[in-house]
């Protein structure tokens, strides 16, 4: 068997800071031609110059650097898109209520990608700290069987990332768009065998490079309210 893993993400935008990484990784099961005995060999040379014989162990802990440096590659591509790319003119909600307290109008402008329907606004009158954007996860189908008392071996949508922001809250900082994962403790997935346990790896692993594109998303929801500000 063989696994080749090459990961080159050069830069070239002069607004982010120049970086490269490239990764080789090779694993690979030979037989001897006279005695027909496998052998476990592996390399981290793109020329496998450097092929040796290497431990079942030695090839996990490589993996796990391989993780590490993959999660950095896919980091530096979005910081790269998050940093050139121009936040498309979407369409914003724009609206006026009247402060419940003062009854002076609150003019806001609602969050890229709001889904919130402000029935906080029904009426004409909000308060201002109430009104709160929220860009839900809807792309999260991460979902795993997490025990949680009463609704045990129902599967739970796990790790959304929600963008939000209160746009006409008095505390200026409060309106610069946050992210809140949606998270507890306290609460297992039980009962893996190995496979099972393959899974789970899995699937968490597909999440956290999708909350790598949220992370991006959030840095251009940032851009696009302080540019707003400008
Ligand atoms: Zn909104």
């Known amino acids: 068997m063989s696994i080749v893993s090459q990961t080159r993400v050069p830069t070239t935008s002069p607004s982010i800071q120049d970086q490269s990484i490239t990764t080789t990784f090779h694993v690979e099961v030979m037989h001897d031609l006279d005695t027909g005995e496998p052998t476990l060999v592996g390399s981290s040379d793109a020329n496998h110059g450097d092929l040796q014989v290497v431990t079942a162990d030695q090839v996990i802990a490589k993996a796990q650097e391989q993780h590490r440096l993959v999660s950095k590659a896919v980091k530096l591509a979005l910081d790269y898109e998050a940093a050139t790319k121009q936040t498309p003119a979407a369409p914003h909600r724009s609206w006026i209520v009247a402060d419940r307290t003062t009854g002076m109008p609150l003019k806001g402008t609602c969050l890229p990608g709001c ?89 968490l692993q597909q999440r956290v490079d999708a909350m790598r594109v949220r992370h991006a998303e959030l840095i251009r929801a940032r851009a696009e309210y302080f540019g707003r500000q400008a």
């Open 115 to 203: 889904h919130g329907l402000h029935f906080e606004m029904r009426g004409g009158t909000a308060d201002a700290n109430d009104i709160q954007c929220t860009d839900f996860d809807q792309a999260n189908s991460t979902e795993l069987p997490i025990g949680c008392g009463s609704e045990d071996g129902q599967e739970w949508t796990t790790l959304s990332v929600l963008i939000q922001s209160y746009p006409v809250h008095p505390d200026e900082a409060k309106r610069v768009p946050l992210a809140a994962i949606e998270v507890t403790e306290d609460h297992y997935i039980e009962d893996l065998d190995p496979n099972g346990l393959a899974t789970v790896i899995d699937k």
